[in-house]
């Protein structure tokens, strides 16, 4: 790598680092959704199981 390996090598891992840190993230957000969701609409109590369940 010319000596550069160092940073090449750096910059993969920081890349890696915020593609895990985005899709932690992402996750977090859609969990945050569902539950503003379901508490915003009570009639719908089959959100909740389903969440419970771990479905969709």
Known sequence: MGGQGAFVWGAYGVTALLFAVEVLLVL???VSTRRTLADAH???PGMRL???R???
Do not use: I, Y
Request: net charge neutral; glycine share 16%; charged share 15%.
């Open 28 to 30: 977090r957000c859609g």
């Open 54 to 56: 771990g479905t969709q």
């Open 42 to 44: 009570p009639a719908a």
């Open 50 to 52: 389903q969440e419970q």
